[in-house]
């Protein structure tokens, strides 16, 4: 049986010609007006990529601090061993310490956002993969969540840095920020994970890299954008 969506949603599906690839600044703000859920929702955006993510070197994946944060509260973990786990704790760290962390993620507790863990550790935590690893939060040095400087890492994350990774689709599926954001920061926040994607263009993708994007509200209807509006790199907004 098809799926049918609900009022709210068909009544915001209206304003949006899904033939269009609309300019940046008015997607956003398409986005914005979509948006009529009684909590506010995540602004969600979808690039689809022209690699092939089942060859390990077209496998794209980054870092990137958004300049206006995410709007959510980040809750971090950093597993290491003091004095590591005090410095961690005085950065901003929800958690931190080691034995009775892996403990509590082998019962099953996985109630945090990030999990930061210093190089010595890794071998201590290599056991928890099988847990971490589908919900995205082994730690990595390749995301900047396996270092020496936890100070430093956690005050990135709880000051809007994201990782993303192109799923198997072809797809980076990212939230940038929150609906209730203004339209400039939304822009900003973009701009930045847009650029970060291009500069992450492998050296083996052959023909054109950015297939397709797409903005949308969690709860709402998907509104295409026209590349040619995004800021080429170099440029801000």
């Given amino acids: 049986m098809a799926y049918k969506h609900g009022k709210r949603y068909r009544a915001a599906a209206s304003i949006i010609d899904r033939s269009v690839e609309y300019p940046l600044h008015q997607a956003v703000e398409l986005v914005k007006k979509t948006a009529t859920a009684k909590f506010d929702e995540s602004f969600e955006v979808a690039i689809r990529l022209g690699v092939d993510p089942r060859k390990a070197d077209q496998l794209v994946r980054g870092t990137v ?22 410095e961690a704790l005085d950065a901003g760290a929800d958690y931190a310490g080691l034995a009775e962390y892996i403990e509590k993620i082998q019962s099953g507790w996985t109630e945090v956002d990030v999990i930061i863990a210093t190089p010595d550790v890794m071998g201590e935590i290599g056991k928890l993969g099988r847990i971490l690893g589908p919900r995205g939060l082994m730690p990595n040095p390749k995301s900047g969540t396996v270092t020496f400087d936890v100070a430093k890492a956690v005050a990135e994350v709880k000051a809007g840095k994201i990782e993303y990774r192109v799923d198997k689709a072809g797809i980076v599926h990212a939230a940038i920020g929150k609906c209730s954001f203004p339209a400039e920061k939304l822009v900003e926040n973009i701009t930045a994970l847009y650029h970060s994607i291009l500069r992450a263009k492998p050296a083996t993708a052959k023909g054109k890299y950015i297939k397709s994007i797409a903005f949308s509200s969690t709860m709402g209807p998907s509104v295409r954008v026209s590349e040619t509006s995004m800021p080429a790199l170099g440029s801000s907004s």
């Fill in 65 to 86: 601090t958004l300049p206006h944060g995410t709007g959510k509260t980040v809750r971090v973990l950093v597993l290491a061993k003091p004095p590591k786990d005090q």
